[in-house]
């Protein structure tokens, strides 16, 4: 799950694609942090290891699987409100910049999008204000 600072029209051509979308507002509740950062290095043919990256150091990352999430270990997660969307061929998603959003599919599919920036306007400000409170709750 990741969120974008592009607003995003996502058509799908044929198939189908699965959407689980969190509002913003949802930030307090979805565990937002950062992390060190990894790379898969190959130990023997086929095989491979994850192993840090100190030279891009720390990434933003959510540690939660949106489909089967662990409430025992995220358990202010249960006051999210997830949409779940499935986008068909033919059919059209707009996905608002600053939206968390996880996608799946489950079937062959073609799909396209378009990404246009967003205005960092108030919304921008609003969602800074938001992800600074949310920061000092959790310290708290």
Known sequence: M????????????????HFILLPPTDLPFIPYGTYPA?????????????????EVGQLPWIPIDPQEPDLNKWPSYSKA????VTVNAG???????????????DQATIAVNFWYDMEYDIK??????LENIAAVDKKS
């Open 38 to 54: 990894a790379k898969y290095k190959e130990v023997s043919p086929g095989n491979f290891e994850m192993i840090d990256d100190p």
């Open 81 to 84: 409100k997830p949409l779940h």
């Open 2 to 17: 990741h969120k974008d600072h592009y607003e995003n029209l996502y058509c799908v051509i044929s198939g189908r694609k």
């Open 124 to 129: 921008y400000n609003y969602f800074k204000f």
């Open 91 to 105: 059919e059209m998603l707009y996905l608002p910049s600053l939206w968390f959003h996880h996608v799946r599919q």
